[in-house]
């Protein structure tokens, strides 16, 4: 149990477009999401905490108007990254909370996002 | 705010020797969780450490949290070529939900 999927696993975009990452809890349900950002060889940030059905909490430092996240569902939480500039590539990772009482962090497979 | 820091950053050991790594928090934990990451790989769980002066064992790992929850330590024995990744450590705060995760440290083995 505690699956957790991400799609996609790869995406090149340009400069200026926008790209959408899902995030996916495949065995159970998860109130609580979190989205992290890897550079090479570096250690994982945390980005934002996301709560099905309320706004997401953003780190200090992280745009909320360039990082869009949306958590419809509590199987479901999306990470949009709005006009992309090559110094946001990186690989996105999101983990998910299977339920309350427990702190485990179950990890996406992560999205590498490339861009030009 | 608060730092996780691990050292070493790398390590290389021949197959069959063992590893240590430390991790040092600059506040007090709630709890230590450890991850490891294979390269290209999404960090796995390892095993969650909550209680002060807490050892626990899984096969040839064996964790540490210290009596003022904010060091921990992950020591491999005998280690295997199947031991190579990035190994994190992540500090639960009190009051909130969220992980601090280390520096990492990196573990290659030489055959």
């Known amino acids: 149990g505690a699956v957790v999927s991400q799609h996609p696993s790869r995406v090149i975009c340009k400069s200026g477009t926008s790209v959408k990452i899902e995030c996916r809890s495949l065995?159970?349900?998860?109130?609580?999401m979190f989205w992290y950002r890897q550079f090479p060889k570096q250690s994982l940030m945390l980005m934002a905490t996301?709560?099905?059905?309320?706004?997401?909490?953003?780190e200090q430092g992280v745009e909320k108007d360039k990082f869009l996240i949306n958590h419809a569902s509590l199987t479901l939480s999306t990470l949009t990254v709005t006009s992309a500039h090559p110094e946001d590539s990186s690989f996105y990772i999101c983990?998910?909370?299977?339920?309350?009482?427990?702190?485990?962090?179950?990890f996406g497979p992560g999205t590498r996002l490339t861009v030009l | 705010g608060q730092q996780v820091m691990q050292i070493p950053q790398y390590q290389h050991v021949q197959e069959g020797e063992d590893f240590t790594t430390y991790c040092n928090s600059s506040?007090?934990?709630?709890?230590i969780q450890w991850y490891k990451q294979r390269p290209g790989g999404h960090p796995v769980f390892l095993i969650q450490?909550?209680?002060?002066?807490e050892v626990k064992k899984q096969k040839r790992l064996t964790f540490q949290f210290g009596e003022a929850k904010k060091n921990s330590s992950l020591h491999i024995t005998a280690t295997q070529t199947t031991d190579v990744g990035t190994y994190f450590c992540?500090?639960?705060?009190?009051?909130?939900?969220?992980?601090?995760f280390g520096t990492g440290t990196r573990l290659t083995i030489i055959p």
């Open positions: 065995d159970f349900q998860a109130t609580t």
């Open positions: 506040t007090t934990l709630s709890n």
């Open positions: 992540a500090g639960g705060n009190f009051g909130n939900e969220k992980l601090t």
């Open positions: 450490l909550v209680k002060s002066g």
């Open positions: 996301s709560n099905e059905g309320s706004k997401a909490t953003y």
């Open positions: 983990s998910a909370r299977r339920d309350q009482a427990a702190d485990t962090q179950y």
